[in-house]
C-alpha cells in the first residue's frame, strides 16, 4: 500500500488526482490537505509515500511548506505539480529538496509516470527543465539578476511585480512591513532596477508572471 498526501487548495485539484493516480495504482491510498498547515499536521501525524505539493496555498508559500516537510520528514518524497511555470519556481523547488517539478499543464500520463519514477527512488524533470539545469551546471554561465535573490526576497520580487502593495505583501507572508521595504531594498539593488514598475517590466519580459 503507498499513501499519497494531495497538498493543493482547489478541492477538484485534489480530486482529480485521486481520480487519475487511483485509476493507475490500485495499491494507492490518498488523504488531502487545501493548506500549508493541514499539510505539515498531516505530514507530522502519519507515515506517506509520496507528497505532491502545489506552490500557491492560501497560508504559506509553496516553497516555505516544502522546506519544512523536509525537516518534519526528511525522507518524504516531494513532487512538485504547480500552476507555475518552470521558469519561474521549478530550479528553487528541486534546491529546496523536491523531488521533482511539474506544472498542471502536465498530461496525466506523464504526472503518473512522474508518481512511479519519484515512488521507485528517482527525481522527475521534464527535458525542457532537464537541459536548463545542465546550463546551469556549466561554469562560467552568468545568472540573471534574479536568479541572485534569496528565496524570500524572490517572494517579495513576484509580488511587487504583480502590483501588490507593501503592507500586502507583508500581510501575505506575514512578516512586518519594514522587513518587507528593507527586502525590497535589497531586490532593487541586487537586480539593478530603481522602481516597482522596473520590476514588473523585467518580470513580464522574462516570463516570470506567466
Known amino acids: 500500500m503507498t499513501r499519497i498526501l494531495l497538498v493543493d487548495d482547489h478541492a477538484v485539484v485534489r480530486q482529480g488526482l485521486k481520480e487519475i ?3 493507475s495504482m490500485a495499491d494507492a ?5 487545501g493548506s500549508g498547515a493541514e499539510a505539515l499536521e498531516k505530514a507530522r501525524a502519519g507515515d506517506w ?3 505532491i ?6 497560508d504559506k508559500s509553496g516553497l516555505d511548506v516544502l522546506k519544512e516537510l523536509r525537516q518534519v520528514r526528511p525522507k518524504l ?8 511555470s518552470e521558469k519561474q519556481l521549478a530550479v528553487r523547488a528541486l534546491r529546496a529538496g523536491a523531488a521533482g517539478y511539474m506544472t498542471k499543464r502536465t ?5 503518473v509516470a512522474a ?4 515512488l521507485a527512488g528517482g527525481r522527475y524533470v521534464s527535458p525542457a527543465l532537464a537541459e536548463r539545469l545542465a546550463v546551469d551546471l556549466q561554469a562560467g554561465v552568468e545568472k540573471a539578476p534574479h536568479e541572485t535573490l534569496s528565496d524570500r526576497e524572490y517572494q517579495v520580487f513576484r509580488l511587487l511585480a504583480m502590483g501588490h502593495t507593501v503592507k500586502e505583501i507583508s500581510e ?13 531594498s535589497r531586490i532593487l539593488g541586487k537586480m539593478g532596477l530603481r522602481t516597482n514598475a522596473d520590476l514588473t517590466q523585467y518580470a513580464i519580459h522574462n516570463g516570470l508572471l506567466e
Request: proline share 6%; no cysteine.
Open 21 to 23: 493516480l487511483g485509476h
Open 29 to 33: 491510498v490518498f488523504d488531502d490537505a
Open 49 to 51: 509515500g509520496l507528497a
Open 53 to 58: 505539493l502545489d506552490m500557491s496555498l492560501p
Open 77 to 84: 518524497p516531494v513532487l512538485v505539480l504547480s500552476m507555475h
Open 107 to 111: 498530461a496525466a500520463t506523464d504526472i
Open 115 to 118: 508518481v512511479r519514477k519519484v
Open 172 to 184: 501575505k507572508l506575514t512578516v512586518s512591513p519594514q522587513t518587507v521595504s528593507t527586502h525590497r
